[in-house]
């Protein structure tokens, strides 16, 4: 390989590029790049920059500026590192498309910059489609800079061992044997007319004494000797550079100057050999020392062609060192410039990724805003034609078909559901206008429905109802729906007693109902009225009636039979005279029970004919006080105590009947005392008088033997419903009635309520509670 080949092989681009300047451009660009990437983010340098680069409305166009400026100036610049036309080797041109490539690499890696930044932060935010987006950036930016990568790293590669090959043994050898061959011609040349200079100046100087002073002789001796020794110029110069004699061949030439340092050398004897200015020649200077400051200076030409090829030779084996010298600056020189090329269709291969992504996320991202708000219940949600992808445009007519159908589904539900609930709605005022009790039940007997009525008379609420097994709200149903499923086709009814929550009896008429689609049943419709106080109302009757009768036929002989037995009293007594006493013990047995049969058939009149109350507005304590006192003086063995923190309460009332229904509270109270196991213990009675909602309540309170454990308490109140031996069963069912009369009612035991008040004390016997409406409001 010849020096001029190994030239064309990049040393010229080696020499000419100046990389000092080049790799301050390099450090300057990317500290600007940091700056342009640290505030595309926040800030007001990024703001500039994106309002200034990346309008959302030029930003399209602008990368696609970008790109398109990008692919030519790499194209350029690789045809400038080429050398190619119209560039030629021009380091002017590489370094100026190097600049432009920094600067497009620098905007677009600001653009993609601020791309990913937005598609980070929409993923932080959690947009629709992000995630998607980022794995598609992500998978794109690889698959298209991966050629980019393994283009420039299998450049460099190349381009590195490429290199070797320029400084391989083999070649440093051809250089340092073409220089040495070139060398050792030339000085040849310079050893031959060395030779010959100087065996012409030893015989100029064996004839000085003939030559000085005859010039023409000297002149012919001087041609003489060039043509011998076949030189192609003779002179002789003194040291002020006057020529004393010269051969015929340097007529022509002209007589260049000497260096001083030639001189100097030759003074001192040394033959100096030098090379002409235009390297055409090789010459010789030595002084002559027969002559007076003289000096021969002879010439001889040597072949133009030879010495510009020992000239190159010269000059390529320079370059080759220097090249090796500074082989790694160029070789990272160059594997910047790949690195900065290849960086450069890295980013246009990613910002092509980038389009990319966004156009296989936006149709996704539209689909997943549109199902949000489909989901968020806005049918009329759309979706726009992405014509130029087949397969998400007709995902996207699909989804919009769907959304028309739902929408028009949608409406059509509404409309129905809007009749259904005005039916609902009529339903449901119908079921709570009746009085009786509903409970739909499913065909697992679970509560669907039930209407107010069910859930006051059950006292529950109707969300405490619902969903439960109708089993554990009224469990004595069971048996009854039993019997209607073995009979679906019929309604089934019975009377079932229930006791409530609160203690109290009630007797409910329930009728089921199943219900039926074909054959099959899916439920079943349970209802059920309180019949507790018709009933009593019915047996009241009924013994009010039986009383009526049973005061009519016995009263009217008992009078005939009292008077007849006073009369034979009083007629026979004094005319018996054996067994007189007996006499009178059988009259007064006979006068005493007639009496005792009188008052009962009173209480008989009384329970049938009770009279219509007189109410008149006045005070409750003085009246219960004064019933107090009364049983207070005839059982001096029992305590008895008022307490009452309204000493005003007043309402309308008939005083006799609330005295007679007082009355027979405390008999029953003594009764009820004087029966009880513990008769060591004095007895008490407490009356607590107060106010409950808007209604007025006196409680009585006894330490006896308390009420029935064995017996319903709402049987108490119903007529000759009794405990005692002599009692006649109307004592409660008067005071009961009398309550009623006044609005009121009759309790017995002591509800919560009660319990609460400070001034109601347990004694351990019975309460019974009377309450009456408040008429002074």
Known sequence: MSGKEINKDKIK???????????????????????????????????????????????????????????????????????????????????????????????????????????????????????????????????AAAPAIIMTVFSAYFFHFGVQTWFSQRIQTAIAESQAVAQAYLEEHKQVIRADTLAMANDLDRQSMMLIGNAGALEDVVQTQSMIRNLSEVIIFDSNGRVLARSGLTFTLEFEEVPKYALDQALLGDVVVMTGGNDDRVRALVKLNGFVDSYLFAGRMVDQKVLSHLNATKQASESYNNLEERY????????????????????????????????????????????????????????????????????????????????????????????LDRRRRLTETVLEGVSAGIVGLDDKGVVNLANSSAARLLLREVSDMTGRPVSDIFPQITDLLDRAHDRPHKVTQAEIPFVLDDGSAKIFLVRIAIELIGEEEVGAILTFDDITELQSAQRKAAWADVARRIAHEIKNPLTPIQLSAERLKRKYLSQIKDDADVFSQCTDTIIKHVG???????????????????????????????????????????????????????????????????????????????????????????????????????????????????????????????????????????????????????????????????NYSDLGGATVVLLMGNHSL
């Open 13 to 143: 681009l080696s020499q000419s590029l100046n990389l000092s300047s080049f790799k301050d451009f390099l450090v300057n660009a990317f500290v600007v790049l940091a700056s342009f990437a640290k505030g595309s983010g926040n800030g007001r340098r990024g703001r500039l920059f994106r309002r200034s680069f990346f309008l959302r409305e030029w930003q399209n166009i602008a990368v696609i500026g970008l790109v398109i400026a990008g692919i030519i100036s790499g194209i350029v610049t690789y045809a400038a590192l080429n050398e190619a036309p119209p560039f030629g080797s021009s380091p002017n041109m590489v370094i100026w498309m190097l600049n432009a490539d920094l600067v497009i690499l620098l905007m677009l890696v600001a653009t993609i910059a601020s791309k990913l930044v937005g598609i980070w932060s929409g993923r932080k935010r959690d947009v629709a489609g992000s995630h998607l987006h980022v794995r598609l950036v992500y998978t794109f930016s690889i698959l």
């Open 328 to 419: 790694s600056s160029l070789q990272v020189t160059v594997n910047l410039i790949f690195v900065v090329v290849g960086f450069l269709l890295v980013l246009i291969a990613i910002w092509f990724g980038l389009i990319l992504a966004r156009q296989l996320v936006t149709p996704i991202r539209e689909l997943i805003a549109a199902s949000d708000r489909v989901r968020a219940g806005d049918m009329t949600a759309r979706v726009g034609s992405f014509k130029n992808m087949e397969e998400l445009d007709y995902l996207g007519r699909s989804f919009n078909r769907m959304t028309s159908q739902i929408e028009e589904q949608q409406s059509e539900l509404i409309q129905a559901n809007r009749q």
């Open 596 to 758: 005792d049969i009188g008052h009962m058939v009173n209480e008989f009149s009384s329970f049938a004919r009770m009279p219509e109350p007189v109410m008149k507005e006045g005070k409750l304590l003085p009246l219960v006080k004064d019933v107090l006192v009364l049983q207070g003086q005839a059982h001096n063995d029992i305590e008895f105590q008022v307490h009452c923190d309204d000493k005003n309460i007043a309402t309308k009332f008939d005083a006799h009947q609330i005295r007679q229904a007082l009355t027979n509270l405390i008999q029953n109270a003594i009764d009820s005392i004087h029966g009880a196991d513990d008769v060591s213990q004095k007895g008490r009675i407490d009356v607590v008088m107060g106010y409950y909602d808007d209604q007025i309540f006196i409680s009585l309170a006894d330490n006896g033997a308390g009420l029935p454990k064995d017996e319903n308490i709402s049987r108490l109140m119903e007529p000759y419903v009794t405990h005692k031996a002599k009692g006649t069963g109307l004592g409660l069912a008067i005071v009961k009635k009398i309550m009623e009369d006044h609005n009121g009612a009759l309790s017995l035991g002591a509800p919560d309520w009660l319990k609460r008040d400070k």
